[in-house]
C-alpha cells in the first residue's frame, strides 16, 4: 500500500511541475499581438519600429527601423559593426539568411599581429575593426524584402541623431570608458561632451547630439532620393544610398578617419565588400525545423546540441535537475569544443565539416563520450570528417591542443598597450570580472513578425563602447577582428586573413512548425547566447512553457569553451572546466550534487542575456511575445 500511496504522490508532484510551467505567473506579463509585434533591446528602438508598422509597413520594414534606431543609441553596436538576419518569406515559404558581416581588411594578416606582439588581434583600437557590415546589410534587407524608403525607414534614427534623452544605461557606460575613449579624438568629441569635468559623459536624461552621424545619414537619403528624380526604381535607389557608404565621399571620409588613427581598411576593402544571401543551415528537432546561419558564426553549436539532445528523454531528467542540467552541460561542451576547433568563414578555404558534424551519426558517436557520473573536463573536438565520407586532414593538431592543455605551448604574452589586464598587475577577482566581462559581452537582438506571415530575427553588434569613431562620420569601428585567431592549432578554420570573416557570436534563430513559422528568437551575451538559447527553446518544446516564462526561466552557463572576445594573452581566452553559472533559485540540493560531480559553482540573480522571442500561436493565429524580466529589452504589439 505504502509503494502505491509514494507512486500517487510522486504523480501529484509531476502534475504539479506541470502546472506550474503552465500557469507559473512571470515578472513581465506575455506581449499579445494580432497583426504585428516588435521587440529589441532600447524601448526607443522598438517604437521605431511600431512607426514603421503604423506606416503599413512590414516586419522587414520594422525591423530595419530598429536596427538603425539601436545603431544610433550606442552602448551595445554602432553604425559600423555587423548585422546578420533570419527572415521567413511568406510568398517563398522559406528561411532566408543575411550574410552581413564584414571582412578583415587588407593588410590584417598574421605575420602583422604577431609581429606586435599579440595572441589574438586585439580587443579595442583601429586595429580590431573588420568593415562595416550593418549599413550595406540594412540596405539589403530593405531593398529586397522590405516595402518603404530608406528615407522612411531612417527617419526616426535620424531625429535620435539630431539629439533625444540618452539613457542611463549608455551614459553610464560611456563614462566607466571615457579613459580609453580619450585615446580616440573622433570619439571623445562625440561621446564625451563634458570633456574635463568631473563627469565627462552625458547624464541620463540629458539630451545626446551626434551631428556628424546625421549628416551621414542624411547623405545616404540624398543619395536614394536623388536616384529617384534620375528613373531608378525602389530598390536601386537604395542601392545608390549603398553605394555612397561604400564608394562614395562616405566612404573617403570613413578611409581617411581609420588610416589616421592607425587602422587597416583602404576603399578597396569597402568597394569590395558585400552582403551575401544565404542559405542556412537546420536540423529537424522533434517536428520543429530550427534554423541557424551558417558557421561563420556559432549557431551550428544550438544544433548539434539540438541532434544530441533529442537522443535523450529530457522530460525524465526532470526539468532543471542535477541529472539534467550535467547532462545539457556535458552536451554543449561537446558542442562547443567542436565550435572552437572547426567553424570558420565558408567562403575561404579550408572548407568547414559541416556535413560531418550536423549528421545524426555523429551525434550519437558523440554521446558516447558523455560521461553521467562527473564532468569531463577533457572534452575536445571530435573528428566529424568520416561521417561525410572523407579523412580528418587536422588530427595533428587536435592532438596538439590536447597535450597544450597543461604546458606552456602557446606564448602567454600581453602587449605592452594592454597591460590593464595583466596577470601580475590585477587580483583574481579583478581577473574574474574581466573574464566574465568578455564572456558576457553582449549587444542586442531584434525580432519582428506581421499577420502577412514575415518573421524576422537579427543579432547585430560591433562599434560597442568604447569604440573608435571613424573620422567625421559618426560611425563608430567594428571590434570584430578579436575573434580570429593567430594559431592554426586553436583553429585552423579562423585564421586571420585579408577578405575574411571572423567566426562570430552573433546567431539569430528561426524556427518553423508544420511549415509555418513558429519561433523567431535571439539573445545578447557572446559565448553564452547558443547556451541560453538552447535552454529557451527547450523550455518551450519540452516542457511546455510559454514563451515569456521561457526566457525568465532559470537556467545555467558552462565556462567550459575558448573565449571569442576579448584578451590578448592565451591565458585570457582559454576553457575554464567545470566551472558552471546557476540562478540564485536552484536549490542547495541540486548545487551539492553537482559539486559531487566535480563542478565549481557559482550562483547568480542573472544567468542569461535578455532573451527576445515572437511565437506564433497556430490555434488563434495570433503573436506572443517574450522577453526576459532584466535589462531594457521592450517589445511593442498590435
Known amino acids: 500500500m505504502r509503494r502505491y500511496f509514494l507512486i500517487f504522490l510522486l504523480g501529484i508532484a509531476l502534475f504539479s511541475i506541470e502546472l506550474s510551467a503552465q500557469y507559473a505567473p512571470t515578472q513581465k506579463p506575455p506581449l499579445h499581438g494580432k497583426h504585428w509585434m516588435a521587440i529589441t533591446g532600447k524601448p526607443l528602438a522598438a517604437t521605431a519600429g511600431s512607426m514603421l508598422f503604423e506606416q503599413g509597413g512590414n516586419a522587414v520594414d520594422a525591423a530595419c527601423a530598429m536596427l538603425a534606431a539601436t545603431c544610433t543609441m550606442w552602448d551595445v553596436l554602432s553604425w559600423g559593426g555587423e548585422t546578420q538576419a533570419l527572415l521567413y518569406h511568406p510568398k517563398l515559404k522559406k528561411v532566408i539568411a543575411i550574410n552581413a558581416m564584414g571582412v578583415a581588411p587588407s593588410g590584417a594578416t598574421v605575420s602583422f599581429f604577431k609581429e606586435q606582439g599579440y595572441a589574438f588581434p586585439p580587443e579595442y583600437g583601429p586595429l580590431s575593426a573588420t568593415t562595416p557590415g550593418t549599413p550595406g546589410g540594412l540596405c539589403y534587407l530593405l531593398a529586397n524584402f522590405g516595402t518603404k524608403s530608406l528615407k522612411e525607414v531612417l527617419a526616426p534614427a535620424m531625429e535620435l541623431a539630431a539629439g533625444y534623452p540618452v539613457e542611463a544605461q549608455t551614459a553610464n557606460s560611456i563614462e566607466r570608458a571615457k579613459e580609453r575613449i580619450k585615446q580616440w579624438k573622433y570619439s571623445s568629441a562625440v561621446l564625451l561632451p563634458h570633456f574635463g569635468e568631473k563627469r565627462e559623459a552625458p547624464y541620463p536624461g540629458e539630451v545626446f547630439k551626434q551631428l556628424d552621424l546625421l549628416k551621414t545619414l542624411t547623405k545616404m537619403v540624398e543619395a536614394e532620393t536623388l536616384a529617384l528624380r534620375a528613373g531608378k526604381n525602389r530598390k536601386e535607389a537604395i542601392m545608390a544610398a549603398y553605394d555612397r557608404f561604400y564608394k562614395g565621399d562616405i566612404a573617403i571620409e570613413f578611409v581617411k578617419g581609420v588610416q589616421e588613427q592607425g587602422g587597416l581598411i583602404t576603399m578597396n576593402d569597402l568597394a569590395n565588400w558585400r552582403p551575401i544571401e544565404e542559405e542556412p543551415l537546420k536540423i529537424n528537432y522533434k517536428g520543429i525545423e530550427v534554423y541557424k546561419l551558417s558557421q561563420w558564426t556559432q549557431g551550428p553549436s544550438l544544433l548539434q546540441a539540438l541532434r544530441m539532445l533529442e537522443e535523450i528523454d529530457l522530460k525524465k531528467l526532470g526539468y532543471n535537475s542535477p541529472q539534467y542540467i550535467h547532462t545539457l552541460y556535458q552536451v554543449l561542451n561537446l558542442s562547443f569544443a567542436d565550435r572552437d576547433f572547426y567553424y570558420g568563414d565558408p567562403y575561404k578555404l579550408p572548407a568547414e565539416p559541416m556535413e560531418g558534424l550536423l549528421s545524426k551519426a555523429y551525434a550519437k558517436s558523440r554521446l558516447t563520450q558523455l560521461d553521467s557520473l562527473k564532468n569531463d573536463p577533457a572534452i575536445g573536438p571530435g573528428d566529424p570528417y568520416p561521417y561525410q565520407g572523407s579523412v580528418n586532414p587536422y588530427k595533428h593538431l587536435i592532438q596538439q ?217 497556430k490555434r488563434y493565429r495570433t503573436l506572443w511575445g517574450g522577453s526576459s524580466n532584466h535589462g531594457e529589452d521592450y517589445g511593442i504589439a498590435w
Open 401 to 617: 591542443l590536447r597535450e597544450s592543455r597543461d604546458s606552456t605551448i602557446f606564448r602567454q604574452v600581453t602587449p605592452v598597450h594592454d597591460q590593464t589586464l595583466a596577470l601580475k598587475t590585477i587580483s583574481d577577482n579583478l581577473l574574474d570580472q574581466a573574464y566574465q566581462d568578455r564572456l558576457w559581452r553582449g549587444t542586442t537582438t531584434i525580432e519582428a513578425a506581421d499577420k502577412e506571415g514575415w518573421f524576422i530575427s537579427i543579432t547585430p553588434s560591433g562599434g560597442w563602447i568604447p569604440a573608435v569613431i571613424a573620422g567625421n562620420t559618426g560611425v563608430g569601428l567594428s571590434q570584430r577582428m578579436q575573434s580570429f585567431v593567430l594559431d592554426s592549432t586553436l583553429n585552423p578554420f579562423n585564421i586571420v586573413e585579408p577578405g575574411k570573416r571572423p567566426r562570430v557570436t552573433l546567431t539569430p534563430t528561426i524556427a518553423l512548425k508544420e511549415g509555418e513559422p513558429f519561433l523567431a528568437f535571439g539573445v545578447q551575451g557572446g559565448d553564452t547566447q547558443d547556451q541560453n538559447l538552447v535552454q529557451f527553446f527547450l523550455n518551450i518544446v519540452e516542457f511546455g512553457m510559454t514563451v515569456q516564462q521561457a526566457a525568465e526561466a532559470p537556467n545555467f552557463n558552462t565556462n567550459q569553451l575558448w573565449l571569442s572576445l576579448g584578451g590578448s594573452a592565451i591565458n585570457d581566452r582559454k576553457p575554464r572546466p567545470g566551472q558552471l553559472l546557476l540562478n540564485k533559485s536552484i536549490p542547495a540540493s541540486t548545487i551539492q550534487v553537482l559539486q559531487n560531480k566535480g563542478y565549481q559553482i557559482k550562483t547568480e540573480e542573472r544567468t542569461s542575456g535578455p532573451i527576445n522571442a515572437i511565437l506564433f500561436d
